[in-house]
């Protein structure tokens, strides 16, 4: 069984993710993440992601690779904790 999840994810920096051109600046962006359920109750895993992000007044929709979507906010999450003061 497959579940679609929206939400916002918040970028303290910039950041660069695979097939988008250019760097996408710090704030915050719409992800649709579509995951399968397991039959077993296991965790869900994230098959596909949907960043969407303006640039010039109109709005895309990119689709990502879940799996570096997930690695690259929690690096910048982690980063924005550890920032000295």
Excluded: C, W
Excluded at 13 to 28: H, K, M, N, Q, V
Excluded at 52 to 69: N, T
């Amino acid at each position: 069984m497959t579940a679609t999840e929206r939400r916002t994810l918040a970028f303290a920096r910039a950041f660069t993710l695979s097939g988008i051109d250019g760097t996408l600046p710090a704030g915050e962006y719409q992800v649709e993440l579509d995951t399968v359920l397991p039959a077993d109750g296991g965790d869900p895993k994230g098959v596909s992601a949907f960043l969407y992000v303006r640039r010039g007044g109109k709005a895309y929709a990119f689709e990502v690779d879940a799996e570096e979507l997930d690695r690259i906010h929690k690096a910048d999450q982690q980063k924005t904790v550890n920032r000295p003061k």
